[in-house]
């Protein structure tokens, strides 16, 4: 399944940015439906049809029409899912089921909606490459050099997280960063080096992210889909939360 959805991204993302973008979409539904199931099993209640319409309309906004334009359709799906709520299962885990709907609403929906932005200019496409190869380093990068010299544990949220493996993060991050902006931007080195840094840093923030959300609600996995691995929530989380930074940094830069 991840060999397939990489597939598909790379595949689209080079042809018909708005098929990346329907790609994108369908991923992060997905993964936004293994959230609010998961939210369920606490009796915490999202409705999913309002959350995914939301989804998608901050897509459009945002590539269509701008920053401006995805604040205003995360705005106004907010206060419908508040209105939604209000008419569904009476006063009784009102603020509960609505902060709730309104936290999904933004991780990871709108968080999502900015690779729309990332990939609306001209050399967009080599900037959403740029933003989910050094993610992709955080997580291998980390990966190998906590395995092979992990021995500091960085917090008691993620056990398996070590100072070391953070340290894998940053060093394949910023080597990632600084040589794809380089070659395919035309930046400057430390420019890719900063957003690779900056990555690092977000990407294990987002993996510690999704550790307390499953802690708080007593599960091992947000979903099923990829085998080993969990669901598709498990693998957005660094993604959704190093997006944001990325896209400022290179709309700053370039």
Not at 10 to 26: C, D, H, Q, R, S
Not at 164 to 181: K, Q, R
Not at 200 to 207: C, H, K, Q, S, W
């Amino acid at each position: 399944m991840g060999v397939v959805l990489g597939a598909l991204v790379l595949g689209t993302l080079y042809t018909i940015k708005e098929l990346f973008l329907l790609v994108v979409a369908g991923a992060v539904g997905v993964g936004t439906v293994e959230l609010i199931r998961a939210f369920a099993t606490r009796d915490i209640k999202v409705p999913v049809a309002p959350v995914l319409a939301g989804l998608v309309a901050m897509q459009v906004a945002a590539y269509w029409g701008g920053s401006v334009w995805l604040l205003a359709a995360f705005a106004g799906f907010a206060l419908v899912l508040l209105i939604w709520r209000m008419f569904s299962d009476g006063t009784d885990g009102y603020v509960r089921d609505a902060s709730a709907s309104v936290f999904t609403l933004f991780y990871p929906c709108m968080l999502a909606a900015f690779v729309a932005l990332l990939l609306k200019p001209d050399d967009g496409d080599h900037r959403v490459l740029i933003f989910i190869a050094v993610t992709i380093a955080s997580d291998i990068g980390g990966y190998v050099a906590g395995v092979l010299f992990g021995r500091h544990q960085m917090t008691v949220i993620s056990p398996k997280k070590t100072w070391e493996g953070f340290a894998g993060s940053l060093v394949a991050c910023v080597a990632v960063g600084g040589w794809l902006v380089t070659w395919l931007l035309g930046g400057e080195l430390w420019q890719g080096a900063l957003i690779g840094g900056l990555a690092a840093v977000l990407a294990t923030a987002g993996d510690l992210i999704e550790s307390m959300i499953k802690r708080d609600l007593g599960i091992k996995d947000l979903g099923t889909i990829l085998p080993g691995h969990g669901g598709l929530m498990d693998r957005l989380d660094s993604l959704v939360t190093v997006l944001v930074p990325a896209w400022l940094l290179m709309t700053v830069f370039f």
